[in-house]
C-alpha cells in the first residue's frame, strides 16, 4: 500500500518496498487516492515494484479506512502478503483487513527474517520478538525507520482498476494538522529523546535547539 497525500508519493513507501524484497517474490504497489495521478507516476519508478494498481475514485481521496480496508480485502485473493507503513493510514486500515480475512496481523516489524518469520519491538520497544506466522496471508505493517529506502529507477507496469467501494458509514469533515519543521517521529533519521532525566514537560525547550542543529525529531512521552 503506497503511503501519499494524492499529490506526492511518501518518502516512507520506498522503505516499506524495501521490506517487501526481503520477504521475496513479485511486488505490487497499490495506489489508491483522487486525482493521483502524480503519485502513480512516482510508484512506477520504485525499484523493484512490477505493477502499480490505480484505484483513483472519490471513494478514496482522504483514504478513509472504512472503504480502503473493503478494496484491499477485495484484493487481497491474489497475494499472500499485504504490507503498509506503520503510519496513521496503515495503523487505521490495515486491522479492519485482518479482521476481514479472518488473519492475525503483524505489527511495526523491524526486520524479515523469512517469507512467515518477522522482527518486532514489544514492550514499548524493550524487547524484541521474532514472530511466525501460519497464517495463510501475512496482514503486515512496517516501522520504516527499520530499512532503508529503495531506488527509484524502476519501470513498473500501471494497471488501473475500475472498482471502487464506498463503504458509506463514515465521511471525512476536515483535516486538523499539527505544522512543524522538525521531521515526522516516525520516519525521522535522528530523534532525541528527553524522557525521564527532563523531569517534566517544560524542561524540554532545552531539546530543541539540539533538535534543530541535528535536523531531529524530538520524542517522549512527556513532552506537552
Known sequence: FAEHDNSTLKAETLKTVAAAQAI??????LVAGFNCQSVVDDAAKVNGVTKVLVADNAAYEHQLAENVSLLVTELAADFEHIVATALTTGKNFMPRV????????????????????????????NAIATVQSL???????VRSTGFDAVATDGNAEVVVLDQATDAGNSSHVSDELTVSERPDLGAAGVVISGGRGMQNGDNFKLLEGIADKLGAAIGASRAA
Open 98 to 125: 485482518a479482521a476481514l480475512l479472518d488473519v492475525t496481523q503483524i505489527s511495526d516489524i523491524i526486520a524479515v527474517e523469512s517469507s512467515d518469520t518477522f522482527v518486532r519491538p514489544i514492550y514499548a520497544g
Open 135 to 141: 497464517d495463510s496471508k501475512k496482514v503486515i505493517t
Open 24 to 29: 521475496g517474490g513479485d511486488i505490487t504497489l
